[in-house]
Nanobody, 127 residues
C-alpha cells in the first residue's frame, strides 16, 4: 500500500540548485523504516540509480558524475527523503524517481531491486 510522491523538479540554469522531495501519499504510511533510492531516467536512456539512503541514514552513491554535487538525506519527522542537487549540469536533465526496495534494509543498485515507485518529477537544466 506504500505509494511514493516526488516533487521539486523544475527548469533551472546550469550551475543552479534544486531540492527534490520524496514522501508517501498513503494514509497512515511512513518511510521511517525503509531504505529509499533516487533514480533518474533521461529520454532514450535506461533508468539508473543515483543515491540511496538506508533507514539508519547510511548513504550509497551509484553515479560518479554527481559526487560532490548531490546529497541525499532524510527527515523522519517530516516523513520525507530529500535529494539536494547543486551545480546542476545539462547532463543531469532527466525524470527523477524515488523508490522503495523489496528488502527495506538494503540499498540495491538496480531497478530490479525495488518494488514501489513514484510518478517522477522532471528536472531540466538548460540556459
Amino acid at each position: 500500500q506504500l505509494q511514493l510522491v516526488e516533487s521539486g523538479g523544475a527548469l533551472v540554469q546550469p550551475g543552479g540548485s534544486l531540492r527534490l522531495s520524496c514522501t508517501t501519499s498513503a494514509s497512515g504510511s511512513t518511510l521511517d523504516y525503509y531504505a529509499i533510492g533516487w533514480f533518474r531516467q533521461a529520454p532514450g536512456k535506461e533508468r539508473e540509480g543515483v543515491l540511496c539512503i538506508t533507514s539508519p541514514g547510511g548513504i550509497i552513491n551509484y553515479v560518479d558524475s554527481v559526487k560532490g554535487r548531490f546529497t541525499i538525506s532524510r527527515d523522519n519527522a517530516k516523513n520525507t527523503v530529500y535529494l539536494q542537487m547543486n551545480d546542476l549540469k545539462p547532463e543531469d536533465t532527466a525524470v527523477y524517481y524515488c523508490a522503495v526496495p523489496t528488502d527495506p534494509y538494503y540499498c540495491p543498485q538496480y531497478v530490479s531491486g525495488y518494488r514501489s515507485w513514484g510518478q517522477g518529477t522532471q528536472v531540466t537544466v538548460s540556459s
